[in-house]
């Protein structure tokens, strides 16, 4: 069903991903884990979509601790593209296991149309990294294979592979996630994602500032949520991910309903809180000629 959204530029999600990343601006995307979510970070404007393992393992009611399987992820993220225009990046989380998993889920998400996966270098299962929990990683040089393995197995090639250090939210120092993350770069990673759990964004900045490598950087700030997109950008970062604001905002506003809703006898006391049916409907892409009038 057709959105109202104009179709945007020519060329392949992941070529004008590429194209993006290459801009004088920051490229925003946000977390989604479905359809309907990721045609709500279209529509506010945003230039991509972010598969984020923690919002679809909440959508299926579960923790982001590698319990989702990676059809599922998939199947997630293949819904997110098939109705939307702009790129999905596909949190990958630790590529589904060893190097040959990794290089598994570059074919399966390269068939599926997906324009960027990011994989990160916890140990497999992993748990979400701000989880009060063990963040072990693996040796630099294994995650370097995955990293290989799935360039390898790549065939677009404008697919953008994301190598995500997780090394900042393991405690290691700002030298070590620089020196894991170049090693990356050199096993072929397209961008670099750094994660930090730190409330302030100097780590993050002193990361970039010692950045030896054109690779372009990605932020995700929401701990460190009063840098600005600014500020990210002079230091050197390409893409921020703001990865879940959108389904904390669901949960907050489901709840709130709910529970009023709950205290009452009739729905009419929170009509005005919640979406009208038509809006859905146009959401959904139902032709207007079945749209409900106002
Ligand atoms: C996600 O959105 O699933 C991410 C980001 O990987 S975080 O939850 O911060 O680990
Ligand atoms: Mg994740």
């Not at 096993?187 to 490598?213: I, M, Q, T």
């Amino acid at each position: 069903m057709p959105d109202t959204q104009p179709i945007q530029a020519q060329g392949s999600k992941a070529a004008r991903l590429r194209a993006l990343l290459e801009g004088t601006s920051v490229v925003r995307a946000v977390g989604a884990h479905d359809g309907l979510s990721a045609k709500l970070v279209q529509r506010a404007g945003f230039e991509a979509v972010w598969a984020s393992s923690f919002e679809i393992s909440a959508s299926h009611g579960l923790p982001d601790a590698s319990l989702v399987t990676m059809t599922q992820y998939l199947d997630a993220a293949i819904a997110m593209d098939a109705v939307t225009d702009i790129p999905v990046i596909a949190d990958c989380d630790t590529g589904f296991g060893g190097p040959m998993n990794a290089a598994y889920a570059m074919q399966r998400y390269e068939r599926a149309g997906i324009s960027a996966l990011c994989i990160e270098d916890k140990l497999f299962p992993k748990i979400n990294s701000f989880a009060d929990a063990a963040q072990d990683l693996l040796p630099a040089e294994d995650f370097a294979l995955k990293i290989k393995n799935a360039k390898e197995m790549q065939s677009d090639p404008d697919t953008v592979l994301i190598a995500r250090t997780e090394a900042l939210i393991a405690g290691r120092p700002v030298a070590e996630a620089l020196e894991r993350a170049h090693v990356y770069v050199a096993a072929g990673a397209d961008a670099v994602l750094v994660h930090s759990k730190s409330r302030r964004p100097e780590e993050v900045l002193e990361f970039a500032s010692r950045w030896e490598s054109p690779v372009p950087l990605v932020a995700v700030p929401t701990t460190y949520n009063t840098v600005t997109e600014g500020e990210l950008y002079d230091a050197g970062y390409r893409l921020v991910i703001y990865a879940n604001q959108g389904l904390r905002a669901a949960v907050k506003g489901m709840q709130e309903v709910l529970q009023d809703l709950g205290g009452a006898d009739r729905a009419a006391e929170i009509e005005e809180r919640i979406a009208p049916m038509a809006e859905v409907f146009a959401l959904q892409g139902m032709p207007s000629t079945f749209r409900t009038k106002p």
